[in-house]
């Protein structure tokens, strides 16, 4: 007993929060990766799945509730000689609540603590709850995204779950990963966070390059699977477009072909398969950039959502918004209510154009200037006037 009381003021001198570390998973050489934190990270499933994904030992020491003065006193990488290189970090949803200076302060003074200290910090951002999606200008995003400006390359990086379209507040499929307070991530998005942020740890845990994976035996290759060819193209891609990876086709071939991260459970053991048609059309463009296809008309993205009165362009016609919507294929009878076609591809002479209406015909586009032109050839200047002489792009 004398003995615990002992250590327990011991701690408060040295300005050391006692808390229950969690830990997961082993190392060989017996080094750790350290977390502190608040509720984001307390848990078991942001250390099981960085263990599992990382093969080596990772201690959780979060506390729920914790402001970042307590979370400063908890027992990080900088304090442990068996923690040579990985900080993680959260923190600043508790205690100076809109005083963002003060948490921008607070979260400063860990960071640098580390980096004296010798460490990689990676800051964990708070995954999407209604507060931050609702509004984006909201304290909570504003003082996370105050975070960015404590970035340094490789030496100070951020995982932001916001950009992670897994996790977006608004889609209803991401509800599992939230715990019953709608807000705090459930386990199973700890997991999922814990193996996303992992693909940031750029080598082992003492910073050496990761050693290169042993040859094993040729085999011959087979085409993707259906599940694995979605995860790649409508999880992996996006979100590594949303995070600005660098080459997002590429890295997520990285993951698949290596089985780590979460793509690893859609494409289990299909290492080296073959691209789909579906996966093969991201390799040179997988963001899909946008880019102009006549005059600032840019190509429809069924994932973007568009505002009343936007234009684009979607199999050789271009479509303007009815109402704002996402998700809805302009060239579908069902959104005939959402979108409104105002050039095809060929003028159609049974078709009763209106005024401001383009068509496109012969690699020309064409202004409509009345409402009622029905059967008027585009050579009618009554009825039409030339807006555009190349218009190629539109009609190939």
Same mark, same amino acid.
């Given at each position: 007993?004398?003995?615990?009381?002992?250590?327990?003021?011991? +701690?408060?001198?040295?300005?050391?929060?006692?808390? /229950?570390? @969690?830990?997961?998973?082993?190392?060989?050489?017996?080094?750790?990766?350290?977390?502190?934190?608040?509720?984001?990270?307390?848990?078991?499933?942001?250390?099981?799945?960085?263990?599992?994904?990382?093969?080596?030992?990772?201690?959780?020491? +979060? #506390?729920?509730? +914790?402001?970042?003065? $307590?979370?400063?006193?908890?027992?990080?990488?900088?304090?442990?000689?068996?923690? &040579? %290189?990985?900080?993680? #970090?959260?923190?600043?949803?508790?205690? *100076?609540?809109? !005083?963002?200076?003060?948490?921008? $302060?607070?979260?400063?003074?860990?960071?640098?603590?580390?980096?004296?200290?010798?460490?990689?910090?990676?800051?964990?951002?708070?995954? &999407?709850?209604?507060?931050? =999606?609702?509004?984006?200008?909201?304290?909570?995003?504003?003082?996370?995204?105050?975070?960015?400006?404590?970035?340094?390359?490789?030496?100070?990086?951020?995982?932001?779950?916001?950009?992670? &379209?897994?996790?977006?507040?608004? !889609?209803?499929?991401?509800?599992?990963?939230?715990?019953?307070?709608?807000? =705090? *991530?459930?386990?199973?998005?700890?997991?999922?966070?814990?193996?996303?942020?992992?693909?940031?740890?750029?080598?082992?845990?003492?910073?050496?390059?990761?050693?290169?994976?042993? *040859?094993?035996?040729?085999?011959? &290759?087979?085409?993707?699977?259906? $599940?694995?060819?979605?995860?790649?193209?409508? #999880?992996?891609?996006?979100?590594?477009?949303?995070?600005?990876?660098?080459?997002?086709?590429?890295?997520?071939?990285?993951?698949?072909?290596?089985?780590?991260?979460?793509? /690893?459970?859609?494409?289990?053991?299909?290492?080296?398969?073959?691209?789909?048609?579906?996966?093969?059309?991201?390799?040179?463009? *997988?963001?899909?950039?946008?880019?102009? %296809?006549?005059?600032? #008309?840019?190509?429809?993205?069924?994932?973007?959502?568009?505002?009343?009165?936007?234009?684009?362009?979607?199999?050789?016609?271009?479509?303007?918004?009815?109402? /704002?919507?996402?998700? /809805?294929?302009?060239?579908?009878?069902?959104?005939?209510?959402?979108?409104?076609?105002?050039?095809?591809?060929?003028?159609?002479?049974?078709?009763?154009?209106?005024?401001?209406?383009?068509?496109?015909?012969?690699?020309?586009?064409?202004?409509?200037?009345?409402?009622?032109?029905?059967?008027? @050839?585009?050579?009618?200047?009554?009825?039409?006037?030339?807006?555009?002489?190349?218009?190629?792009?539109?009609?190939?």
């Amino acid at each position: 007993m004398k003995i615990l009381l002992f250590i327990s003021l011991l +701690a408060c001198v040295l300005g050391v929060t006692l808390s /229950a570390c @969690r830990s997961a998973g082993t190392s060989q050489d017996g080094t750790t990766i350290r977390i502190i934190g608040d509720s984001l990270l307390a848990g078991n499933g942001i250390q099981s799945a960085m263990a599992s994904a990382l093969n080596t030992e990772v201690v959780n020491c +979060a #506390v729920s509730g +914790a402001s970042t003065t $307590e979370i400063s006193n908890q027992d990080a990488c900088s304090q442990r000689n068996n923690c &040579p %290189i990985w900080s993680i #970090v959260s923190g600043g949803r508790n205690g *100076p609540g809109e !005083d963002y200076e003060t948490t921008l $302060e607070g979260m400063t003074d860990i960071v640098n603590r580390e980096r004296n200290a010798g460490k990689k910090v990676i800051i964990f951002l708070y995954s &999407p709850d209604a507060v931050s =999606h609702n509004d984006p200008n909201s304290w909570v995003n504003t003082f996370q995204n105050e975070y960015y400006a404590l970035v340094d390359g490789d030496n100070v990086q951020i995982y932001d779950p916001r950009l992670d &379209p897994r996790l977006d507040y608004g !889609d209803p499929n991401s509800r599992q990963y939230r715990s019953e307070d709608d807000s =705090h *991530p459930s386990e199973l998005g700890r997991q999922l966070m814990g193996a996303a942020v992992s693909q940031l740890i750029d080598g082992s845990i003492t910073g050496e390059p990761t050693p290169a994976p042993q *040859p094993t035996a040729p085999t011959t &290759p087979q085409i993707c699977s259906g $599940e694995c060819s979605a995860e790649f193209t409508t #999880v992996c891609i996006p979100y590594h477009c949303q995070a600005a990876t660098a080459n997002p086709y590429q890295q997520c071939r990285n993951e698949l072909d290596s089985q780590i991260g979460p793509i /690893a459970n859609a494409c289990n053991n299909e290492a080296g398969c073959i691209d789909t048609e579906e996966m093969a059309t991201l390799k040179d463009n *997988p963001c899909g950039e946008e880019e102009s %296809i006549c005059d600032g #008309v840019t190509q429809w993205k069924a994932k973007k959502t568009y505002a009343a009165g936007s234009i684009v362009y979607h199999k050789f016609a271009i479509y303007e918004a009815k109402d /704002a919507n996402k998700n /809805a294929d302009p060239s579908k009878k069902k959104n005939k209510e959402k979108w409104r076609k105002t050039v095809s591809k060929l003028i159609k002479k049974k078709e009763n154009y209106k005024k401001g209406d383009y068509v496109i015909f012969k690699n020309k586009i064409y202004r409509s200037l009345q409402d009622s032109n029905a059967g008027k @050839r585009v050579k009618n200047t009554k009825f039409w006037k030339l807006y555009k002489e190349n218009a190629k792009r539109c009609s190939d």
